[in-house]
């Protein structure tokens, strides 16, 4: 392989397609209640929705180390390594994988790329990479690949409560009963690189009609990922992915758990899309 690709946890992308493909995955660092996991390592995300109304305390999210990302950097098995991932103006993932670069730049070449969004949205980055890595496909022909995908990718997603926003210092606490009180489910979306607010929205069921909405104004869109923080709702993911079967066919639409770094802020019944639409 010319060139290997790395991402981090919050990519989202399945643990199928990461071992299909050889893809290195750096975990985010969580610590809940006084004890730290490794997203998808040493974390169920499941476990922790379930658990996540319970927490004693709010949980706290870090970025991998650059020791971490160096460790993959060193074993990638290819002299060129691209490196994908989340925002750098929400995480400080981005600049931990630009200081292991450095750290390893005598012995492998590395390109850190700021996908500009999070979850799938950076995950569909992610597995465009990986499938031309694995055709053979140069560095540079896979960075100027990902230039003009990035711009493609949408992130839009339906909260079910502010009580989280309001936890993790986003929104304010009256805002948040406020917000509690009237039932108000805000819409966000991720927009060069930020989470900007789209709307708010009375009751679930005209949220859930405005994020179906968002989706269909695209017509064009090349893959579609279906997203939800915990508990599993079977009904609400079976009616997006059939209102949404017109731009992607139910069966190649992939539905995915939001890594619980993302999710601790967005808080439980979240749901969401990551598009990457075609030119």
Known sequence: MRCAIVSDSTCDVPSEVVQQYGIGIAPAIIEVDGQTFLDGATLNRTQFYEDLPRFRTFPKTAAASPEAFAALYRNAGAPEVISIHLSQRLSAMYSSARIAAEMVRDAVRVHVFDSQTISMGTGWLVVEAAEMAAQGASADAILARLEQLRPRVRVYALLDTLKYLQKSGRVSALTASIGEMLQIKPLIAVEDGE?????????????????????KQHPRVRRLAVLYTGPRSDADLALLQAEWHAQVPTAAQWVQLVTPTIGAHLGPRGLGAALLLEA
């Open 195 to 215: 989470v900007r607010l789209l709307e708010r929205v009375r009751l679930r069921s005209r949220g859930v009609e405005h994020l179906v909405a968002l989706v």
